[in-house]
């Protein structure tokens, strides 16, 4: 395989004049979106996992994080409404599961509310979402309209995060363990639960694309998918950072009492 030029890769798009010729290129193309653009790489998340931030910044981050989280199965319910074929849809229902939970089983969001619960924040406060940033609203209910008007394709491609959360969640974990006291094992019960999850999810979606994805077009169509889901978890990070590390909190957004 010819190694592929992707040095013009834009906040957009993979950028023209890169044409992606067949699966390996597009995998090899989505590996290297990852590499360069995911939120590991933000400066909120390396202040997050050094212990750089105090119990209130923490407060501040779970708290808007909490509503990308209990968005997730809305979204993953638009993607399922976007498949004719009960397959995929058999395929896809198990992440709104993983998430919302069943009856006597415990879901992602009720992971997270234990996080946020031993964190001190009220959890009627937090399932509210009146407290959250306004970036962090706009940048998760754009996730959810793009997989409800872009291609099916699009919609699972734009997914692909998860070939690469496995190993930010590992850096969380270890990271707020030894940094924070205010956090335990219980609190971080969520990336436990998701170090076998993300990975289940995106083996199928990378074989999905690999698959469907069968010309240049559409190969490019699953990349520029990729970076939009970048782009939607980065610019909460940029949020989170003006707000409550460089200190701009906007009116009426939450105000940490813990210093």
Same mark, same amino acid.
């Given at each position: ?18 044409? =992606? ?41 779970? =708290? ?9 199965? @809305? ?27 069943? $009856? ?28 959250? @940033? ?9 996730? $959810? ?14 997914? =692909?995060?998860? =070939? ?6 590992? +850096? ?36 999905? $694309? ?26 909460? @990070?940029?949020? @989170? ?16 009492? +813990?210093?």
């Amino acid at each position: 395989m010819s190694e592929i030029n992707l040095s013009g890769m834009t906040a957009l798009s993979i950028g023209r004049g890169v044409t =992606l010729n067949n699966a390996s290129e597009l995998e090899a193309a989505l590996r290297h979106i990852g590499a360069t653009r995911y939120h590991n790489h933000h400066p909120f998340h390396k202040l997050l996992h050094r212990g750089k931030l105090n119990k209130g910044q923490v407060q501040a981050w779970a =708290l808007n994080r909490y509503y990308y989280q209990s968005t997730i199965p @809305l979204k993953d319910a638009m993607v399922m409404t976007r498949f004719r074929d009960r397959a995929t849809r058999l395929e896809w229902r198990h992440r709104i599961e993983d998430h919302d939970g069943d $009856v006597g089983s415990e879901g992602g969001i009720e992971r997270w509310l234990k996080l946020t619960e031993g964190l001190g924040l009220d959890t009627a406060y937090v399932e509210s979402t009146e407290g959250i @940033l306004p970036a962090t609203r706009f940048a998760v209910e754009a996730y $959810v309209h793009f997989c409800r008007d872009r291609s099916p394709l699009e919609a699972i491609a734009s997914s =692909l995060t998860e =070939l690469f959360a496995p190993s930010i969640h590992e +850096e969380r974990i270890s990271g707020m363990l030894e940094h924070y006291n205010f956090v335990n094992n219980d609190t971080m019960s969520y990336f436990k639960r998701r170090l076998t999850q993300a990975p289940r999810d995106a083996n199928f979606a990378l074989h999905y $694309v690999r698959e469907h994805a069968t010309t240049p077009e559409q190969r490019a169509a699953v990349c520029n998918a990729l970076i939009f889901k970048t782009n939607v978890l980065w610019v909460q @990070l940029d949020a @989170l950072y003006y707000a409550y590390v460089e200190g701009n909190i906007p009116p009426g957004a939450f105000v940490p009492k +813990e210093g």
